[in-house]
């Protein structure tokens, strides 16, 4: 049999098998919107963005959810209720369906707090508030546009040049609040007894 007809062969096997599928809508499309989203305010719109999925240097997501306006600093003193922003998560973000993957979503980074800020050079390069998910979702592609992977994960000792700025942009946290991992990937969740990932 010809290569092409083992690929063939086995092509058609992995696809009639569910189980053997690895990949999930987030995989597939790269952005995913829900109607109702597990971070949102009042399950209000949300989206997500694969941005980055290399497995060696870290999973990048964009996202696009509405705040709490009594809670949240950053929406009481602008009057914007939409957060987009651009953010490492430790885990892998995917589901079969769209409900599942904005369940994981909250999951590991509201609930175990896995995922870790930016670096910016500039005030609106991984965070940004919006007066709609529209204006939102526009904001989250100018910074898709702009993203590099070395500038948002921050300077190494060897690239400090004195003249690239590097300020790591906490402004996440007021959207997500919540506990993050700590800096060496150790989960300060762990101990506390959560249920397993949905």
Not at 77 to 95: C, I, K, N
Not at 134 to 139: D, F, I, L, N
Request: net charge negative; charged share 30%; with cysteine.
């Amino acid at each position: 049999m010809p290569v092409s007809g083992y690929i063939k062969l086995l092509g058609n096997a992995l696809k009639a098998n569910p189980d053997t599928r690895w990949s999930g809508i987030l995989s597939a499309h790269r952005v995913v919107e829900t109607e109702s989203g597990y971070l949102s305010f009042n399950r209000d719109r949300e989206l997500l963005a694969l941005v980055s999925d290399d497995p060696e240097k870290g999973y990048v997501y964009g996202h696009v959810l509405r705040v709490d306006p009594e809670d949240q600093e950053q929406a009481s003193r602008s009057g914007a209720v939409w957060a987009a922003l651009l953010l490492f998560v430790h885990e892998r973000l995917d589901a079969d369906t769209e409900d599942l993957l904005f369940q994981r979503c909250r999951y590991w980074i509201q609930t175990r707090g896995r995922y870790s800020p930016c670096h910016a050079q500039e005030r609106d390069d991984v965070f940004v508030m919006a007066d709609s998910f529209e204006e939102a979702v526009a904001a989250l592609a100018e910074m898709i546009r702009r993203f590099d992977y070395e500038l948002r994960l921050g300077p190494r000792h060897d690239q400090l040049d004195g003249e690239t700025r590097y300020v790591l942009d906490m402004r996440c946290f007021s959207a997500y609040g919540g506990i993050m991992a700590s800096w060496d990937g150790t989960d300060p969740a762990s101990e506390k007894g959560h249920e397993p990932c949905p």
